[in-house]
């Protein structure tokens, strides 16, 4: 194994891979409570599901035998082969998931449909990762798909797709989960009826979401614990079951079996697909939770532990119902032996509540990726842990989650009408993800196309004929992940083509760069002390609302900053290479460029140092072009020219700037004394009302340099002094019209729905942790 960073490479080998070997136990430990919960719990609804409906008059031990082999080929080919073996090696810099796949694919085929991307995205560190990053000739079918725009729209539609059916997984999971696990209590002697074990359902589901802003973190110790334990008991019960009912059962590993299920039970037997597919639900959580954990300790915990459990657990039910064929209905209660029934019963519940709050999570995690993406509307982000990177809470989500989950389990009663829903969902992912796995493959293993079809066909192939099975499943519930699918699908839609027209109306109505250097660097006005940030999602140019401030205001601040805030398609963007600085126009206009990159799996954290991290970073670059002569060479590069990464970990002094840092509590002294009473008592009210025990108040001050230039001196005495003015932040508050002369269906997706999620949605400015109190907002009305 190789050695991890930060372990000290002057050990052994061996006690390095002892080091690495810990590691991933632990980590498979921890994955248990966060990855498995819900592949663990399938053995809950499995056979119920299989056995309800079209396979009721073929109640025998031959298709018992038959339904588990093919329960137990389907979990080695999908799970274990293609997840474990093959999925998890395409991570991209540790990361899991369809977002994942799709952000490699557009990294090393431009498939990215992203605006304001640019060459200096390609210089991350976590861009070039890949098996090579040696550029190779391009293949016929990379350039045919790059040419090709609705091909690169079409694969983002495919992905979304997947996201929503994930979404989907997220209102279904609970509500099979619970809904299957309390319905052991019809077993007992004192029998509930179905709209009392409905309500309890229901009162469990609301606790569920109703925890979920106190973060994952807060109960995940409890979770792997809770997980293991209920692994233990179905292996004990299965592997009882086994040896009790019926030991002839383990010749049905031989896929002899499956041929005599299909030529006994016929169209019956590919219908019954939909039940045994659920014995596979919950495999993505294996790929799309890779973030926390390493491919190998998954891998570990899914070999040794999940899969033996899973298998004798199955192999037991199977034999306990070839013996007790009336016991369908309730199997896996009913196949538990009495005097351990109840201990079962709490932990069978308690690990449905772990294997929903897996993927509940998951669907946070996929909404916030489709919004760096540009396709989802803006929401609140809540990151609920320090430790781990990643978990968060997403408020609308999580009661529009809760609402929907209520509705089916209230709608649906029937564990089995759920299944067939969630099934589709479970499986449409897989189809999608084998796709993706396919072009992965090609594009940046750079495997021959034969081979990744050979991949493609094989197990396409396999979760077709499910998929089909699924399929004929819809009007008895199968309609639900469609449903739903299709709305966020719209919302998603909607959201992206909106934001793309509003984008490229900012970039065919830039402001000429030949107008601003004709009115000179006063630009026409008077500059006042002060630094403005002005934001826009242009990467190059200036923004048409610059124009309205210069033709409209008789003053501006001396230093102006034009801020881009964008995602690249990496998970993350290391805080060394987060921030772009460069110029626009020459050095006495004091107008700057900075773009700060986030990845889409990357949290904006509001820590409050952004305003200082900006100057250092703006100091940095001052100074920096000073001693390096390609940034200052050719006059017309200093207009709106080379833009350099600037390092900005952590606030200290360097040659450019002094840091001094005191506390500072009270009012805010960015507020200087000769400005209006009116201004400083709003402060003290903004104070109040947003009480922070004590702030930091960082200073800038010039080194001691005598040789320094001249001209940076002035510019850094510049700078410094207009931070000490006061910082404004100023941002286009915008309002997207469709033009007069557009289709009605354009008219009715920017008129109506865009401009409805975008009334719905958070703003721009609290989206980027803006204090309201520095905040100037300039209306715009694009045409689009």
Same mark, same amino acid.
């Given at each position: 194994?190789?050695?991890?960073?930060?372990?000290?490479?002057?050990?052994?080998?061996?006690?390095?891979?002892?080091?690495?070997?810990?590691?991933? *136990?632990?980590?498979?430990?921890?994955?248990?409570?966060?990855?498995?919960?819900?592949?663990?719990?399938?053995?809950?609804?499995?056979?119920?599901?299989?056995?309800?409906?079209?396979?009721? /008059?073929?109640?025998?031990?031959?298709?018992?035998?038959?339904?588990?082999?093919?329960?137990?080929?389907?979990?080695?080919?999908?799970?274990?082969?293609?997840?474990?073996?093959?999925?998890?090696?395409?991570?991209?810099? +540790?990361?899991?998931?369809?977002?994942?796949?799709?952000? *490699?694919?557009?990294?090393?085929?431009?498939?990215?449909?992203?605006?304001?991307?640019?060459?200096?995205?390609?210089?991350?560190?976590?861009?070039?990762?890949?098996?090579?990053?040696?550029?190779?000739?391009?293949?016929?079918?990379?350039?045919?798909?790059?040419? %090709?725009?609705?091909?690169?729209?079409?694969?983002?539609?495919?992905?979304?797709?997947?996201?929503?059916?994930?979404?989907?997984?997220?209102?279904?999971?609970?509500?099979?989960?619970?809904?299957?696990?309390?319905?052991?209590?019809?077993?007992?002697?004192?029998?509930?009826?179905? +709209?009392?074990?409905?309500?309890?359902?229901?009162?469990?589901?609301?606790?569920?979401?109703?925890?979920?802003?106190?973060?994952?973190?807060?109960?995940?110790?409890?979770?792997?614990?809770?997980?293991?334990?209920?692994?233990?008991?179905?292996?004990?019960?299965?592997?009882?079951?086994?040896?009790?009912?019926?030991?002839?059962?383990?010749?049905?590993?031989?896929?002899?079996?499956?041929?005599?299920?299909?030529?006994? $039970?016929?169209?019956?037997?590919?219908?019954?697909?939909?039940?045994?597919? *659920?014995?596979?639900?919950?495999?993505?959580?294996?790929?799309?939770?890779?973030? %926390?954990?390493?491919?190998?300790?998954?891998?570990?915990?899914?070999? &040794?532990?999940?899969?033996?459990?899973?298998?004798?657990?199955?192999? +037991?039910?199977?034999?306990?119902?070839?013996?007790?064929?009336?016991?369908?209905?309730?199997?896996?209660?009913?196949?538990?032996?009495?005097?351990?029934?109840?201990?079962?019963?709490?932990?069978? #519940?308690?690990?449905?509540?772990?294997?929903?709050?897996?993927?509940?999570?998951? $669907?946070?995690?996929?909404?916030?990726?489709?919004?760096?993406?540009?396709?989802?509307?803006?929401?609140?982000?809540?990151?609920?842990?320090?430790?781990?990177?990643?978990?968060?809470?997403?408020?609308?989500?999580?009661?529009?989650?809760?609402?929907?989950?209520?509705?089916?389990?209230?709608? &649906? !009663?029937?564990?089995?009408?759920?299944?067939?829903?969630?099934?589709?969902?479970?499986?449409?992912?897989?189809?999608? $993800?084998?796709?993706?796995? #396919?072009?992965?493959?090609?594009?940046?293993?750079?495997?021959?196309?034969?081979?990744?079809?050979?991949?493609?066909?094989?197990?396409?192939?396999?979760?077709?004929?499910?998929?089909?099975?699924?399929?004929?499943?819809?009007?008895?519930?199968?309609?639900?992940?469609?449903?739903?699918?299709?709305?966020?699908?719209?919302?998603?839609?909607?959201?992206?083509?909106?934001?793309?027209?509003?984008?490229?109306?900012?970039?065919? /109505?830039?402001?000429?760069?030949?107008?601003?250097?004709?009115?000179?660097?006063?630009?026409?006005?008077?500059?006042?002390?002060?630094?403005?940030?002005?934001?826009?999602?242009?990467?190059?140019?200036?923004?048409?609302?610059?124009?309205?401030?210069?033709?409209?205001?008789?003053?501006?601040?001396?230093?102006?900053?034009?801020?881009?805030?964008?995602?690249?398609?990496?998970?993350?963007?290391?805080?060394?290479?987060?921030?772009?600085?460069?110029?626009?126009?020459?050095?006495?206009?004091?107008?700057?460029?900075?773009?700060?990159?986030?990845?889409?799996?990357?949290?904006?954290?509001?820590?409050?140092? =952004?305003? /200082? %991290?900006?100057?250092?970073?703006?100091?940095?670059?001052?100074?920096?072009?000073?001693?390096?002569?390609?940034?200052?060479?050719?006059?017309?590069?200093?207009?709106?020219?080379?833009?350099?990464?600037?390092?900005?970990?952590?606030?200290?002094? $360097?040659?450019?700037?002094?840091?001094?840092?005191?506390?500072?509590?009270?009012?805010?002294?960015?507020?200087?004394?000769?400005?209006?009473?009116?201004?400083?008592?709003?402060?003290?009210?903004?104070?109040?009302?947003?009480?922070?025990?004590?702030?930091? !108040?960082?200073?800038?001050?010039?080194?001691?340099?005598?040789?320094?230039?001249?001209?940076?001196?002035?510019?850094?005495?510049?700078?410094?002094?207009?931070?000490?003015?006061?910082?404004?932040?100023?941002? +286009? %508050?915008?309002?997207?019209?469709?033009?007069?002369?557009?289709? &009605?269906?354009?008219?009715?997706?920017?008129?109506?729905?865009?401009? =409805?999620?975008?009334? /719905?949605?958070?703003?721009?400015?609290?989206?980027?942790?803006?204090?309201?109190?520095?905040?100037?907002?300039?209306?715009?009305?694009?045409?689009?």
């Amino acid at each position: 194994m190789e050695p991890e960073s930060g372990v000290s490479t002057s050990r052994n080998p061996s006690q390095l891979s002892w080091v690495n070997l810990s590691r991933n *136990l632990l980590l498979a430990y921890q994955s248990f409570g966060v990855v498995y919960g819900d592949l663990s719990t399938s053995p809950l609804y499995v056979f119920t599901s299989t056995f309800r409906g079209k396979l009721q /008059n073929h109640h025998d031990e031959e298709t018992i035998f038959g339904t588990f082999s093919l329960i137990f080929w389907t979990l080695t080919l999908i799970p274990l082969l293609k997840y474990v073996f093959i999925l998890l090696s395409a991570d991209d810099n +540790g990361e899991g998931g369809t977002f994942a796949l799709y952000s *490699l694919l557009c990294r090393h085929a431009k498939f990215n449909l992203l605006p304001n991307q640019q060459a200096a995205d390609e210089e991350l560190s976590s861009y070039k990762y890949g098996p090579s990053s040696q550029p190779v000739a391009s293949s016929p079918l990379k350039r045919f798909l790059e040419k %090709h725009k609705r091909l690169r729209t079409a694969l983002l539609v495919v992905v979304l797709f997947g996201a929503c059916m994930v979404i989907g997984d997220g209102v279904l999971t609970p509500a099979i989960s619970v809904l299957a696990s309390v319905s052991g209590l019809q077993v007992t002697e004192k029998k509930l009826t179905d +709209g009392e074990l409905v309500l309890l359902a229901c009162v469990i589901l609301v606790g569920l979401f109703a925890l979920q802003h106190c973060g994952t973190h807060k109960v995940a110790f409890m979770f792997a614990p809770i997980v293991i334990i209920w692994l233990v008991s179905i292996f004990s019960v299965g592997l009882y079951n086994t040896i009790h009912w019926n030991p002839k059962i383990v010749r049905a590993i031989s896929p002899y079996y499956i041929i005599n299920f299909f030529v006994k $039970t016929g169209k019956e037997g590919w219908i019954s697909l939909g039940g045994i597919l *659920l014995c596979i639900t919950g495999t993505e959580a294996m790929f799309a939770d890779l973030g %926390h954990f390493t491919a190998s300790s998954i891998r570990l915990a899914f070999a &040794f532990v999940i899969y033996p459990c899973l298998v004798v657990q199955y192999m +037991g039910q199977a034999a306990f119902l070839s013996k007790n064929i009336n016991s369908v209905n309730n199997s896996f209660y009913d196949s538990i032996p009495g005097p351990v029934f109840w201990p079962v019963f709490v932990i069978a #519940t308690l690990a449905a509540i772990v294997g929903s709050q897996a993927v509940i999570t998951a $669907t946070f995690s996929i909404i916030k990726q489709c919004h760096a993406l540009g396709c989802f509307p803006r929401v609140k982000v809540v990151h609920t842990s320090k430790h781990i990177y990643g978990q968060i809470y997403i408020p609308e989500i999580n009661w529009i989650l809760m609402i929907l989950t209520l509705a089916i389990t209230i709608g &649906f !009663r029937d564990t089995t009408m759920i299944g067939n829903a969630y099934g589709l969902a479970c499986m449409t992912v897989m189809f999608v $993800t084998t796709f993706l796995m #396919t072009l992965v493959a090609i594009f940046v293993w750079q495997k021959s196309v034969f081979i990744a079809l050979v991949f493609l066909l094989f197990f396409w192939v396999i979760e077709g004929v499910y998929l089909s099975a699924a399929f004929i499943k819809v009007p008895q519930g199968g309609w639900v992940p469609l449903v739903l699918s299709f709305i966020f699908m719209i919302v998603m839609y909607v959201w992206h083509y909106g934001t793309r027209r509003k984008y490229s109306y900012d970039l065919h /109505n830039k402001v000429s760069l030949k107008w601003l250097l004709g009115l000179g660097p006063s630009l026409g006005i008077v500059r006042v002390p002060g630094i403005g940030l002005i934001y826009s999602e242009l990467a190059t140019g200036v923004p048409a609302i610059f124009s309205h401030f210069v033709t409209n205001l008789p003053a501006f601040h001396k230093v102006l900053v034009f801020v881009c805030v964008k995602s690249v398609p990496v998970p993350y963007v290391s805080p060394e290479e987060r921030f772009l600085i460069g110029r626009v126009c020459p050095r006495p206009y004091r107008m700057y460029r900075c773009i700060v990159r986030y990845g889409y799996k990357d949290f904006q954290r509001d820590d409050g140092d =952004f305003e /200082n %991290h900006l100057i250092q970073s703006i100091a940095e670059f001052i100074q920096m072009e000073a001693v390096e002569p390609q940034f200052s060479s050719s006059e017309a590069s200093s207009l709106d020219g080379r833009m350099a990464v600037i390092s900005t970990k952590n606030l200290e002094s $360097t040659s450019s700037l002094v840091v001094s840092e005191h506390e500072d509590t009270g009012v805010d002294i960015s507020i200087p004394s000769s400005r209006s009473v009116t201004l400083r008592s709003l402060q003290s009210v903004y104070d109040d009302e947003n009480p922070q025990v004590t702030r930091r !108040r960082v200073r800038f001050q010039l080194p001691n340099n005598p040789g320094m230039d001249p001209a940076v001196r002035e510019e850094l005495l510049d700078l410094i002094q207009a931070k000490e003015a006061g910082v404004a932040y100023i941002m +286009g %508050h915008s309002y997207v019209k469709a033009r007069k002369s557009s289709s &009605f269906l354009k008219k009715l997706v920017i008129d109506i729905g865009y401009s =409805f999620l975008r009334k /719905n949605c958070r703003g721009p400015a609290v989206a980027l942790n803006i204090p309201h109190i520095s905040l100037i907002e300039v209306g715009m009305i694009y045409y689009v």
